[in-house]
């Protein structure tokens, strides 16, 4: 019944910015953590960033400073904005919700050009 839809990934220059969003139906997550993952090439799943109910985020070193992670409860959305992107952003990104299950985007391309 849950679905999660991400838009907004695309080919950026280094230095770029993007702005990733991620939409969910079939249910409400007001209550659940809901965060973005990225998988590059011969590397494994990682969290970029995390967001609470409470609001209370979590970055990864490599993008603090860089990424901010949001959220509307309302409109049961998160979305990640990038800032001064590098070449080793490069990935694709997920989004991922969790309360009682964990529910996965389809993930989204990400390509910051050279």
């Known amino acids: 019944q849950v679905q999660l839809v991400e838009s907004g990934g695309g080919l950026v220059q280094p230095g770029g910015s993007l702005r990733l969003s991620c939409s969910a139906s079939?249910?409400?997550?007001?209550?659940?953590?809901m965060g973005w993952y990225r998988q590059a090439p011969g590397k494994q799943r990682e969290l970029v960033a995390r967001?609470?109910?409470?609001?209370?985020?979590n970055y990864a070193d490599s993008v603090k400073g860089r990424f901010t992670i949001s959220r509307d409860n309302a409109k049961n959305t998160v979305s990640l904005q990038m800032n001064s992107l590098k070449a080793e952003d490069t990935a694709v990104y997920y989004c991922?919700?969790?309360?009682?299950?964990?529910?996965w985007g389809q993930g989204t391309q990400v390509t910051v050009s050279s």
């Open positions: 991922k919700v969790t309360l009682i299950n964990e529910y």
């Open positions: 079939g249910t409400i997550f007001s209550l659940a953590t």
């Open positions: 967001i609470t109910s409470g609001g209370s985020t």
